[in-house]
Nanobody
């Protein structure tokens, strides 16, 4: 099983940017789809973005399209999410997760999860 550690969260003003990182252990990392999810306070976990192991398939939540970009560096066992034009409604705990399938919005199809990193956007 892949171990995942997120970093890069923090507090920013609306309109600002953050870059999240998800560092993975395990030589099979490059074979997995990686997803970024978020869980706002009192709400359910939701997909933000996901990318297939070879980068040729990505998906984004409609709420972040054009603002967030997912990328991965398999040589460094790391996945990134660049978040620009942040809004207060982006406030959440952000998680990365792995799946052996194609990118999907369904959280239960991801089997390894990191501990999460808090992102807070103030107006």
């Amino acid at each position: 099983q892949v171990q995942l550690v997120e970093s890069g969260g923090g507090s920013v003003q609306a309109g600002g940017s953050l870059r999240l990182s998800c560092a993975a252990s395990g030589r099979t990392f490059s074979a997995y789809t990686i997803g970024w999810f978020r869980q706002p306070p009192g709400e359910e976990r939701e997909i933000v973005a996901a990318m297939k192991w070879n980068g040729d398939t990505t998906l984004y939540a409609d709420t972040v399209k054009g603002r967030f970009t997912i990328s991965r560096d398999n040589a460094k066992y790391t996945v990134y999410m660049q978040m620009n034009s942040l809004k207060p409604e982006d406030t959440a705990v952000y998680y990365c997760a792995t799946s052996r399938g194609v990118p999907t919005r369904t959280a239960k199809l991801y089997d390894s999860w990191g501990q999460g990193t808090q992102v807070t956007v103030s107006s």
